[in-house]
């Protein structure tokens, strides 16, 4: 099997590196000399990193192609590359519709939408594919879990998910600056948030993710958890970010529905 990836940037360097940690039988691996940097240090790691200028190269020595593009980049460029039949193409860009990819890609008709997250390095990311593809679903089960999405509808709601990790870093950010505007060092508040995440995931799926399970016994009658909790439902923080997800819902179904 023969992989080629254009745009070789962040994404698909963190799904090139959990492939390569993975057990995949993989032979060969295409990226571009383009990105610079990821395409030195992915060089580094193996011998079956093969890095072209030319995006046609990567199409024409790869059985799968992966589209790691940015969404403009990706409509002005795919235009002028030529595709077999045979190949199979995955794209990574959450603006282009299956229609359009067909187009863009013709005579190509086996199509996947994928939406691996920088966690696929380490073997941790949910990816979302849509539509189903028994291959792509077992090379992304190797970077961590598949989640196969229904229909273009439930793949846009399920890529919404993927907008949230800025906004979740800057949630356990905000908690680090508290505890460092309060003099805590920064190696122990590391040590503290670390361990807290790791140590919230196994309260989760001890409770079988029923998280309300969860929210009730994190909370101690009159305690600091119901407090903050509260005032933050007073202040309508939860439904600001219900709000603004459906915006972001909306922003991928506008796109994709062209
Ligand atoms: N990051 C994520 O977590 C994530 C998750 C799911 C899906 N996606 C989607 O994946 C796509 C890529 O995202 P990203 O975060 O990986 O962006 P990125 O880091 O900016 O990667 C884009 C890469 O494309 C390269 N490039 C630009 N023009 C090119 C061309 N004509 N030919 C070949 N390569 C070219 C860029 O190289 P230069 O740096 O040299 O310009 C850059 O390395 C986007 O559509 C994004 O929506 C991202």
Known sequence: MKLGFIGTGTIATS????????KAKIGQINISTRSYKNSIKL??????????????????????????????????????????KSQTIVSFVSTLNIKSLKKLCNPVKKIVKAAPLPMAS??????????NHKLIKS?????????????????????????????YASIINLLKKYLLKNKVN??????????????????FNHQNFDLNKS??????????????????????????????????????????DK
């Open 15 to 22: 799904v090139i590196e959990g492939l390569l940690k993975s």
């Open 43 to 84: 060089r580094k790691k193996s011998k079956k990193i093969r890095a072209y200028s030319e995006n046609q190269d990567i199409i024409d020595n790869s059985s799968i192609v992966f589209i790691g593009l940015l969404p403009k980049v990706a409509s002005k460029e795919l235009k002028i590359c030529q595709f077999k």
């Open 122 to 131: 380490d073997g941790l990311s949910p990816t979302i594919i849509y539509p």
């Open 139 to 167: 090379l992304f089960e190797l970077t961590g879990s598949v989640i196969v999405a229904k229909n273009e509808n439930q793949n846009n709601h399920l890529w919404v998910m993927s907008s949230f990790m800025a906004t």
């Open 186 to 203: 920064n190696e122990d508040a590391n040590k503290y948030l670390n361990i807290f995440l790791t140590g919230m995931l196994f309260e």
């Open 215 to 256: 929210i009730k016994s994190l909370q101690t009658r009159g305690g600091i958890n119901e407090e903050l909790l509260k005032r933050l439902q007073k202040d309508k923080f939860f439904k600001k970010i219900d709000i603004n997800l459906k915006k972001i819902f909306l922003r991928l179904k506008k796109a994709n």
